[in-house]
């Protein structure tokens, strides 16, 4: 994958306008500022979307300082045009959700997650960035950081997951990677918004300080440190203010602390938004609290535009607090080269580009998880002559693409029928199709002709889920099993007695009830994108070994959730149902699969780690050791997770946090030493006024192939370290 990635990452090197030396790009900024009327200065603070409410004369009169939704090198060239008619002709900043493609679609960011390769995601994010900026776009509104342990929340689809640090590599990983490729960044949505009461998109969140340091700003503040251009503040309300008017979020955390010198935009009209959050009144104290907490553009609330000079003539916002919002888009407009580059050529072509195709490719390969292989029914056997491959969204070149998939073309997706086709056909193997039931499995009538397939068949191939239209945005969900009759087909499957491959195509986990024991081979395959009926083939004949490993706890059922492996232990510990400890009376508590699991076609062991460094101070790093073989006779790749406990401290620390991984390729029977170094300062903990601690004592260290390794060996810290608030690590 680096080799794929190192002659884009040297183009840009070359072809890239070298960034402008700070102090430069600083006294552009005052110089600019200096010559602005005020009307001017809030145009820059308007981001409007390309919708009847976008005129030309807004543009020529430098009432607009971004936009949304223009998607292509004629439109973007058009308003580039009008932007030279203005009086000082300042850039408009031009953004999309581009968060997993533009033209081509890679997996959605949970399954590029999946991966548990950083340096898949960077390509990926790098090559969509690529196309995007091809077409004249110069901002995505990416990467999405929110922690999400609630799989009931559409969103959870468009992130990393629920475990802070794997959201902190793949924040970094990605706002590298769309910078690399040409677009500025806006991590979103700040902040705790993955943290929905309910698992109900919008809703309030409710997140103690020191959990919110602990969990959920740690992706933010990995983005900001990668260099994250912007970010974007969330919907809702953190613990009764909305964020978007939330100035501790805001002025403290983000600008005092971690000293964020970019611009904050705020999600679409959500500056509107406050007003039914019940604290403003109208659009002028909407707009007030909105810029007095530190959000520096109002994205479609109209409410800047509207009311902002007036709020500033009034006296009721000091023109400081405007200036220093302008100096902010200024700075990351300059930054970005904006004012020095020709506008984009209308007849720019905006291609799929071969090159991203077979990005697309590695991350399907590597996103699709093998939860479950009884009998070793995957990869196909050898004498397999013919596969039943069920269902609808087995034939969708649509759903594959998975929400938010910018300008992603169905007819360029290569469905699961086609790939398994294309492979089957090579392997002299022939496939049936039958559809079974519609994408929401409403109705039984082809069940007859999916069983018939089926008996006539040596292997099933059963496609279900979740169709891509009730994952994402505004897809909170109260039930998560398979939707309309989708748990009958595949009865109506198993009872054939033919083998049956569960492929599951979902943005989320999603009830599975009791088929883990009637089907013995389940694979999620996740929205995988423009390539995954490719990888899909690959997979299923084994020419790719899976190695995809879960971002999230897999819940048994959705009345466990939050569900998470990271919780605080309880003085009641489980001890599996009995009454009285933490359990449910009606379920086990623990997962159905935990998180990091994934299963390979070939088998892997782990010797217990051995800790070099038994005694260290919190400024040292903690070195531990494990042999890891590849035990089975097919080459494949394990992602070894090192999991730290700290059994007694001051405060109930979680049972076990992720302090690093390593994903390692290994040839059948192969042995490799895999060292992690750990600096001690990463293993505290934040109080509730944001103080960082890491406390001297014994800590509990396991290595293995997901969350459940033993904690078997331990080392200690010998030293306290205390920072305060923005100096953590
Ligand atoms: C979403 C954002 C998105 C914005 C612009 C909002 O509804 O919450 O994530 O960036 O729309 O499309």
Not at 174 to 203: I, M, N
Not at 362 to 377: F, G, P, Y
Not at 385 to 397: N, P, T, W, Y
Not at 708 to 713: H, P, T, V, Y
Request: contains cysteine; negative net charge.
């Amino acid at each position: 994958m680096l080799r794929l990635l190192a002659p884009a990452a040297i183009a840009v090197l070359l072809l890239g306008s070298a960034p402008a030396a700070p102090d430069a790009v600083e006294r552009r900024v005052e110089a600019l500022i200096g010559r602005m009327t005020l009307d001017e200065k809030v145009g820059q603070l308007n981001l409007v979307s390309n919708e009847d409410i976008f005129r030309p004369e807004h543009v020529i009169a430098g009432r607009i300082g971004a936009a949304i939704n223009f998607n292509d090198a004629p439109e973007i060239a058009a308003v580039q045009k009008l932007v030279r008619q203005s009086r000082l002709k300042i850039p408009i900043l031009f953004g999309l959700d581009v968060l997993h493609g533009f033209r081509t679609v890679f997996p959605v960011p949970l399954a590029e997650t999946a991966t548990f390769n950083p340096a898949l995601a960077r390509a990926a994010s790098e090559a969509a960035a690529r196309e995007a900026a091809a077409s004249g776009l110069q901002w995505t509104y990416a990467p999405m950081v929110d922690l999400s342990r609630d799989p009931r929340w559409g969103r959870m689809v468009e992130g990393s997951g629920e475990d802070p640090y794997v959201g902190r590599i793949f924040a970094a990983a990605r706002v590298e990677g769309f910078r690399a490729g040409g677009l500025a960044t806006s991590a979103k949505h700040f902040a705790g918004y993955g943290a929905a009461e309910g698992g109900r998109d919008y809703d309030a969140t409710l997140i103690p300080r020191n959990e919110l340091r602990d969990a959920y700003l740690p992706p933010f503040r990995a983005a900001v440190r990668a260099g994250s251009d912007t970010l974007m503040s969330a919907f809702n309300a953190l613990n009764g203010v909305p964020s978007t008017a939330n100035p501790w979020l805001l002025t403290e955390v983000l600008r005092r602390e971690w000293g964020f010198d970019g611009f904050v935009t705020s999600d679409w009209a959500a500056m509107h938004e406050l007003i039914a959050h019940g604290i403003a009144k109208d659009g002028p104290e909407a707009a007030r609290k909105a810029i007095l907490a530190g959000v520096d553009m109002d994205m479609m609330s109209g409410f800047y535009d509207a009311h902002l000079a007036d709020e500033v003539k009034a006296g009721r916002v000091p023109q400081a607090v405007v200036d220093e919002a302008v100096r902010r888009v200024l700075r990351v407009k300059f930054r970005l080269g904006l004012f020095d580059r020709p506008d984009v050529d209308p007849g720019a072509p905006a291609p799929a580009t071969p090159e991203a195709r077979a990005v697309a490719r590695a991350v399907a390969r590597e996103s699709m998880v093998l939860l479950q292989n009884r009998d070793s029914t995957l990869p196909l056997k050898a004498g397999t002559r013919s596969i039943a491959v069920v269902g609808a969204l087995a034939a969708s070149k649509a759903d594959p693409m998975g929400p938010h998939a910018c300008r992603g073309e169905p007819d360029e997706t290569v469905s699961f029928v086609e790939g398994i086709e294309r492979r089957a056909k090579e392997a002299g193997v022939g496939v049936t199709y039958a559809q079974g039931c519609d994408l929401f499995c409403t109705g039984n009538d082809g069940f007859e002709a999916a069983v018939r397939a089926a008996r006539g068949a040596d292997a099933v191939v059963a496609v279900v889920g979740e169709p891509r239209d009730i994952s994402g945005e505004s897809a909170s969900r109260a039930y998560l099993g398979l939707t309309g009759r989708q748990r009958e087909l595949l009865d109506a499957l198993n009872g054939t007695g033919k083998p049956v491959i569960l492929v599951l195509m979902a943005g989320r986990p999603l009830e599975l009830g009791s088929l883990p024991q009637t089907t013995p081979a389940i694979l999620m395959a996740w929205y995988p994108g423009t390539e995954g009926g490719t990888a899909l083939g690959e997979v299923l004949f084994g020419d790719v070994n899976p190695s995809g490993k879960l971002p999230v706890s897999y819940l048994r059922t959705v009345g466990q959730v939050p569900l998470t492996y990271n919780r605080l232990p309880s003085g009641r510990p489980t001890i599996g149902r009995e009454r009285f400890t933490l359990t449910y009376i009606d379920e086990d508590v623990s997962p159905l699969f935990p998180f990091g699991w994934g299963l390979s076609y070939t088998t892997f062991a782990f010797t217990s780690p051995k800790v070099a460094t038994p005694r260290v101070e919190a400024s040292e790093s903690v070195e531990v050791s494990v042999t890891l073989t590849n035990t089975g006779d097919r080459a494949g790749q394990e992602v070894a997770q090192l999991y730290v406990r700290q059994p007694v401290a001051n405060r109930s620390r979680p049972m076990r946090e992720l302090k690093a991984f390593q994903k390692v390729a290994l040839e059948p029977h192969e042995s490799r030493l895999v060292t992690f170094r750990v600096p001690a300062a990463e293993l505290g903990y934040h109080l509730e006024d944001g103080t960082y601690v890491v406390e001297p004592g014994s800590y509990q260290v396991g290595v293995g192939g997901n969350a459940q390794a033993e904690l078997g060996s331990v080392f200690e810290v010998t030293t306290e370290l205390r920072l305060p608030p923005g100096r953590e690590p």
